[in-house]
Protein backbone atom coordinates (compact mmCIF):
# COMPACT_ATOMS: atom_id res chain seq x y z
CA UNK A 1 0.00 0.00 0.00
CA UNK A 2 2.96 2.62 1.07
CA UNK A 3 4.36 1.85 -2.30
CA UNK A 4 0.99 2.74 -4.46
CA UNK A 5 0.86 5.65 -2.47
CA UNK A 6 4.46 7.03 -3.11
CA UNK A 7 3.85 5.75 -6.58
CA UNK A 8 0.88 8.27 -7.10
CA UNK A 9 2.60 11.20 -5.33
CA UNK A 10 5.59 10.64 -7.54
CA UNK A 11 3.15 10.73 -10.53
CA UNK A 12 1.40 13.33 -9.17
CA UNK A 13 4.45 15.58 -9.10
CA UNK A 14 5.34 14.61 -12.44
CA UNK A 15 2.29 15.67 -13.74
CA UNK A 16 2.39 18.82 -11.83
CA UNK A 17 5.91 19.74 -13.18
CA UNK A 18 5.05 18.52 -16.92
CA UNK A 19 2.22 20.94 -16.82
CA UNK A 20 4.26 23.81 -15.24
CA UNK A 21 6.64 23.84 -17.81
CA UNK A 22 3.90 22.91 -20.69
CA UNK A 23 1.92 26.11 -19.64
CA UNK A 24 5.37 28.29 -18.91
CA UNK A 25 6.18 27.33 -22.54
CA UNK A 26 2.91 28.50 -23.82
CA UNK A 27 3.03 32.04 -22.39
CA UNK A 28 6.49 32.51 -23.66
CA UNK A 29 6.84 34.65 -26.73
CA UNK A 30 8.47 33.95 -29.89
CA UNK A 31 9.06 37.41 -31.88
CA UNK A 32 12.58 36.77 -33.51
CA UNK A 33 14.28 39.25 -31.19
CA UNK A 34 16.01 42.75 -32.65
CA UNK A 35 17.58 43.29 -35.63
CA UNK A 36 20.81 45.47 -36.43
CA UNK A 37 20.71 46.56 -40.28
CA UNK A 38 23.83 47.74 -40.83
CA UNK A 39 23.76 48.39 -45.16
CA UNK A 40 23.58 50.98 -46.57
CA UNK A 41 23.65 53.10 -43.74
CA UNK A 42 25.01 52.02 -40.00
CA UNK A 43 22.60 51.46 -38.07
CA UNK A 44 18.80 50.72 -38.48
CA UNK A 45 17.33 48.51 -34.84
CA UNK A 46 14.64 46.72 -35.76
CA UNK A 47 12.57 45.74 -32.32
CA UNK A 48 10.76 42.29 -33.16
CA UNK A 49 9.49 42.70 -29.46
CA UNK A 50 8.05 46.12 -29.89
CA UNK A 51 6.13 45.12 -33.39
CA UNK A 52 4.84 41.67 -31.71
CA UNK A 53 4.50 41.97 -28.39
CA UNK A 54 3.38 45.53 -27.63
CA UNK A 55 1.77 46.34 -30.87
CA UNK A 56 0.28 42.92 -31.57
CA UNK A 57 1.55 41.96 -35.25
CA UNK A 58 1.59 38.42 -36.05
CA UNK A 59 4.76 37.31 -38.27
CA UNK A 60 2.67 37.34 -41.50
CA UNK A 61 2.57 40.98 -41.06
CA UNK A 62 5.77 41.25 -42.48
CA UNK A 63 6.66 38.07 -43.72
CA UNK A 64 6.76 36.88 -46.59
CA UNK A 65 5.17 39.92 -48.27
CA UNK A 66 7.54 43.15 -47.12
CA UNK A 67 10.62 40.62 -45.58
CA UNK A 68 11.95 37.27 -46.03
CA UNK A 69 12.07 35.48 -43.22
CA UNK A 70 15.83 35.21 -42.99
CA UNK A 71 17.22 38.32 -41.12
CA UNK A 72 19.05 40.61 -42.81
CA UNK A 73 18.40 38.69 -46.30
CA UNK A 74 16.97 42.86 -47.02
CA UNK A 75 20.30 44.35 -47.18
CA UNK A 76 21.54 42.59 -50.55
CA UNK A 77 18.06 44.04 -52.13
CA UNK A 78 19.10 47.13 -54.02
CA UNK A 79 16.29 48.63 -53.24
CA UNK A 80 16.55 47.93 -49.19
CA UNK A 81 17.06 52.33 -49.14
CA UNK A 82 15.07 55.33 -48.09
CA UNK A 83 13.66 55.51 -51.61
CA UNK A 84 12.69 52.20 -51.78
CA UNK A 85 10.96 52.19 -47.86
CA UNK A 86 9.18 55.64 -49.50
CA UNK A 87 8.03 53.72 -52.24
CA UNK A 88 6.12 51.26 -49.82
CA UNK A 89 8.70 48.20 -49.79
CA UNK A 90 10.06 47.69 -46.60
CA UNK A 91 9.76 48.91 -43.72
CA UNK A 92 7.92 51.49 -45.86
CA UNK A 93 4.82 49.42 -46.55
CA UNK A 94 3.71 50.55 -42.76
CA UNK A 95 5.73 53.14 -41.78
CA UNK A 96 4.01 55.84 -44.87
CA UNK A 97 2.24 58.36 -42.24
CA UNK A 98 -0.95 56.61 -42.41
CA UNK A 99 -0.83 53.07 -40.80
CA UNK A 100 2.65 54.28 -38.69
CA UNK A 101 4.77 57.14 -38.88
CA UNK A 102 6.70 58.06 -42.08
CA UNK A 103 9.65 56.94 -43.09
CA UNK A 104 11.20 60.00 -43.75
CA UNK A 105 10.26 61.34 -40.27
CA UNK A 106 11.36 60.87 -37.10
CA UNK A 107 14.47 59.33 -38.52
CA UNK A 108 16.17 58.46 -35.09
CA UNK A 109 13.40 55.92 -33.84
CA UNK A 110 15.36 53.62 -36.10
CA UNK A 111 18.42 55.08 -37.22
CA UNK A 112 20.26 54.91 -33.65
CA UNK A 113 24.05 56.08 -35.57
CA UNK A 114 27.26 54.84 -35.77
CA UNK A 115 28.18 55.74 -31.96
CA UNK A 116 24.96 53.47 -31.03
CA UNK A 117 26.06 50.50 -33.95
CA UNK A 118 29.35 50.49 -32.15
CA UNK A 119 27.57 50.98 -28.50
CA UNK A 120 25.69 47.87 -29.57
CA UNK A 121 28.16 45.76 -31.64
CA UNK A 122 31.20 46.49 -28.96
CA UNK A 123 33.21 47.77 -32.32
CA UNK A 124 34.06 51.41 -30.78
CA UNK A 125 35.87 49.68 -27.83
CA UNK A 126 37.96 47.57 -30.26
CA UNK A 127 39.85 50.91 -31.46
CA UNK A 128 42.65 51.96 -29.66
CA UNK A 129 43.98 55.18 -29.02
CA UNK A 130 48.19 55.77 -28.40
CA UNK A 131 48.59 58.61 -26.11
Known amino acids: MKRILILLVVMALASLTLFSVVTFAAEEVFHGGDVLYSKPVK ?24 FEMASLAAEEKPDFNM ?31 VKGYEAITGEGSKKSVDH
Request: glycine share 12%; proline share 0%; aromatic share 10%.
Open 43 to 66: AVLFSHKLHVEDMGFDCESCHDKL
Open 83 to 113: DGLYAGKYCGGCHNGEMAFASNTQCARCHIG
